[in-house]
């Protein structure tokens, strides 16, 4: 059965998911608010960050977002974290209420300390007219990279309405992506938004010349950070040991795909987070999730240990060897609650 679908961004997720969808028979239409980017694409049909991929003629590209919106069944946000809210604003007299939008993007807004749907439902219904929108975080162990070609893929479909996660489930799965449903939708932004911070770690770990066992000890103590936030906050523990949790924290702190290990490398190797940054050319996530990560930590007192020496290395209050030195000099622990 052809859905038809709209995609708002173009990089290197939103346009692996397009390729994906309409070799799957849907009517997929994506959006950039770059003009060249669109034309680009339109025209070479080819991401420059996706090696290989070729974009099917049947995805359309537009610089219009009423085409993107109009009479979509699903609408994608495939933007980066800090542009979800005023990609919300700009998209909200275009969308219907009772829009179906499922949310890619992994963070959480350091001001209102909201994740990617709650962001999204907070700037659609700011016109009083939004009120039955149905938000869907969809997330999981997902490079681009991978499913650009076809490797076997799995993926959460979290939503608080089963039905509408169960749609979602249909309308992407195929013979290379699985899909799982969930209604812990905090559970799995959270995971989405913290895993980065922890594969910035891992990968200062490797930047240091460390090997597996300390990036082992990582994701590991990572991830009871993770749960421990997330047991605060009230989701539910099964989340944080599935896809969304331990499945997408192993391959973003362990992959040469990710653009957070790989940013946290060259910060363990002598360069300055902003030059890291710099020279890894997109958007690193985990950089922008550090501020709502910490607030949360203190406003459900959770210790996160982790997550505040990288804070200490990026803001550069410490170097990447001395954060080492002051998890390894922590107070004796027992692994046990």
């Not at 859905?3 to 969808?21: C, E, K, P, Q, S």
């Not at 890291?276 to 985990?286: C, K, R, Y």
Request: net charge negative.
């Amino acid at each position: 059965m052809t859905h038809t679908i709209g995609i708002l961004g173009a990089g290197t997720w939103g346009v692996a998911l397009a390729r994906m969808l309409a070799n799957s028979g849907h009517a997929v239409t994506v959006w950039s608010a770059l003009a060249w980017e669109v034309d680009t694409l339109d025209a070479e049909r080819k991401h420059p960050n996706l090696p290989g991929m070729r974009i099917p003629k049947a995805v359309r590209f537009t610089k219009d977002l009423a085409e993107v919106c109009r009479d979509k069944e699903l609408l994608v946000f495939a933007v980066p974290s800090p542009y979800v809210r005023q990609t919300a604003a700009k998209v909200r007299p275009y969308i219907p209420d009772g829009q179906i939008v499922v949310d890619v993007a992994k963070g959480i807004e350091a001001d209102s300390l909201y994740t990617m749907t709650e962001v999204i439902r907070d700037e659609l219904q700011k016109d009083g007219a939004h009120g039955q929108v149905k938000l869907v975080a969809l997330s999981g162990p997902t490079h681009a990279e991978e499913v650009a070609r076809d490797l076997p893929t799995t993926i959460v479909s979290a939503c608080t309405d089963m039905v509408v996660a169960q749609t979602v489930q249909k309308v992407f799965m195929n013979t290379c992506m699985r899909v799982y449903t969930n209604t812990d939708v905090t559970g799995v932004e959270l995971c989405g938004a913290v895993k980065n911070i922890l594969a910035l770690a891992a990968g200062i770990s490797v930047g240091l010349g460390y090997g597996d066992n300390a990036r082992a000890a990582i994701i590991t103590r990572g991830l009871a950070e993770l749960t421990r936030l997330g047991m605060a906050m009230g989701c539910v523990e099964q989340t944080f040991f599935g896809l969304a949790g331990v499945g997408d924290l192993i391959v973003t702190a362990t992959s040469s795909h990710s653009r957070n290990n790989r940013c946290g490398q060259l910060i363990g190797g002598g360069l300055s987070p902003s030059e890291a940054v710099d020279a890894v050319g997109m958007v690193v996530e985990g950089i922008h999730a550090l501020p709502a990560a910490l607030k949360l930590a203190d406003r459900y007192g959770v210790e996160m240990p982790i997550v505040m020496a990288v804070d200490k290395v990026i803001r550069q209050e410490l170097s990447p060897g001395e954060a080492v030195e002051q998890l390894m000099s922590r107070d004796k622990k027992n692994e046990l609650s």
